[in-house]
C-alpha cells in the first residue's frame, strides 16, 4: 500500500479482556517497528521486526505484551489482561532498514480499556 | 528516565517569524537526533536529522543545529507559517539504545496568521 495501515483505528476493550492490534507496513519494508505513545508523553519504543524476527523486544513492558510478523510483512500486536494503563495510542512504522530518517508511521490504534 | 528532553509544551509564533524549538538530552552515546512532526490523529512524520559529526543541518525553511558539548539541539522554522502548527518531537538514537528512537514529551507550535 502507499502508507502503513493499522487497523483498528479505535478500539475500547475492557479491563482483563485481550486485544489484537494489526500493521500492514509499507510492501517492501524489511524493518517494522512498535511504539506507544501515552497522554502527553512522546512515542515509546516497544519492538523492531527485521523481516520475520523480533531485532530488539526489550522495550515491551511485560510478559503480557506480544507481538508476532510470521511472514516477514503484517505485524500483530498482542496485549493479554488488558489493564487501564495500557490505554494508549499504539504506533506502528515500518523502513527499508534501521534508519530513523526512513522512518514511515501509521497513524495509530488509539487503545482505551475501561 | 527521559533521555530527550523538550522543555517547553508549547509555542506561538507569528506567520513569518522565526520559530526555534529546543531539546535537550542526557545520554551522551546518542549519535542521531532527528525531528518528526506530528498533526492529530496522524503518525509522527521525519522532518530533518542530524549525525553527531555535524553542528548544523538545512533543508529549506528547516535548520537544526547541534551543540554536544552542551547537550542540546534546535530546530529553526524560518519564516513560520500556519501550516507549520503541529507537535514537534525530538527524538535520538544511539548504539547503546539499539534499535529505539528515544522521543522527548514534544512542543505543541501554533503559527498565528
Known amino acids: 500500500g502507499a502508507g502503513v495501515s493499522q487497523t483498528p483505528s479505535n478500539k475500547v476493550t475492557e479491563k482483563g479482556k485481550y486485544v489484537e492490534l494489526r500493521c500492514d507496513p509499507i510492501?517492501?519494508?524489511?524493518?517494522l517497528y512498535w511504539y506507544r505513545q501515552s497522554l502527553g508523553q512522546g512515542p515509546e519504543f516497544l519492538i523492531y521486526?527485521?523481516?520475520?524476527?523480533?531485532?530488539?523486544d526489550s522495550g515491551l513492558p511485560n510478559d503480557r505484551f506480544f507481538a508476532v510478523r510470521p511472514e516477514g510483512s503484517v505485524s500483530t500486536l498482542k496485549i493479554q489482561r488488558t489493564e487501564r494503563g495500557d490505554s494508549a495510542v499504539y504506533l506502528c512504522?515500518?523502513?527499508?532498514?534501521?534508519?530513523?530518517?526512513?522512518?514511515?508511521f501509521g497513524s495509530g490504534t488509539r487503545l482505551t480499556v475501561v | 528516565d527521559q533521555q530527550v528532553k523538550q522543555n517547553s509544551p508549547s509555542l506561538s509564533v507569528q506567520e513569518g517569524r522565526i520559530s526555534i524549538l529546543n531539546c535537550d538530552y542526557t545520554?551522551?552515546?546518542?549519535?542521531?537526533f532527528l525531528w518528526y512532526k506530528k498533526y492529530p490523529a496522524e503518525g509522527p512524520t521525519f522532518l530533518i536529522s542530524?549525525?553527531?559529526?555535524?553542528d548544523k543541518n538545512e533543508d529549506g525553511r528547516f535548520t537544526v543545529f547541534l551543540n554536544k558539548s552542551a547537550k542540546h539541539l534546535s530546530l529553526h522554522i524560518v519564516p513560520s507559517q500556519p501550516g507549520d502548527s503541529a507537535v514537534y518531537f525530538c527524538?535520538?538514537?544511539?548504539?547503546?539504545?539499539?534499535?529505539?528512537?528515544?522521543f522527548g514529551k514534544g512542543t505543541s507550535l501554533l503559527v498565528t496568521p
Open positions: 512504522a515500518s523502513s527499508l532498514g534501521f534508519q530513523g530518517d526512513g522512518y514511515t
Open positions: 510492501s517492501g519494508h524489511t524493518a
Open positions: 521486526f527485521q523481516g520475520t524476527g523480533a531485532a530488539d
Open positions: 545520554n551522551s552515546m546518542f549519535d542521531y
Open positions: 542530524i549525525s553527531s559529526i555535524k
Open positions: 527524538a535520538a538514537s544511539g548504539w547503546d539504545s539499539g534499535y529505539a528512537l528515544n
